[in-house]
Structures are given as structure tokens and as C-alpha cells.
């Protein structure tokens, strides 16, 4: 397997379990928690977006 798709794996993962946080913190009545999850996720995803553009645009992927 590629290297770039290892990394993705990476990204996905941790997104994965950046959402699983968000309801953790439901479950918990941890309003800091959620709102911690939902920035974490949206800041992974937007890294995992601009190393997806990277990649595709080095031909790596």
C-alpha cells in the first residue's frame, strides 16, 4: 500500500474517533467536551482535506 493511503487511514481514524469523543461527551452531560469534539473534528477534517489536495496534486494519490 501507498504511503499517502497509510496517512488518509490516519486521518480517517482520527476523525473516527474525534466523532465517537463528540458522543462520549453527550453521554457524559459534558457540554465542554462536545463542543471540544466538534471543533477537534472540524479541524481534522479540514487537515485531512488540504493533505488529500496535496497528495492528488503530487501524484500520489
Partial sequence: MKRAKI???IYAL???LAMC???YS???SNVFGVIAGIVATCV???TAFKMK???RAQ???
Fill in 7 to 9: 496517512v488518509m487511514a
Fill in 14 to 16: 482520527a476523525a473516527v
Fill in 21 to 23: 469523543s463528540i458522543g
Fill in 26 to 28: 453527550v453521554a457524559a
Fill in 44 to 46: 481534522i477534517f479540514m
Fill in 53 to 55: 489536495r496535496k497528495l
Fill in 59 to 61: 501524484g500520489l494519490l
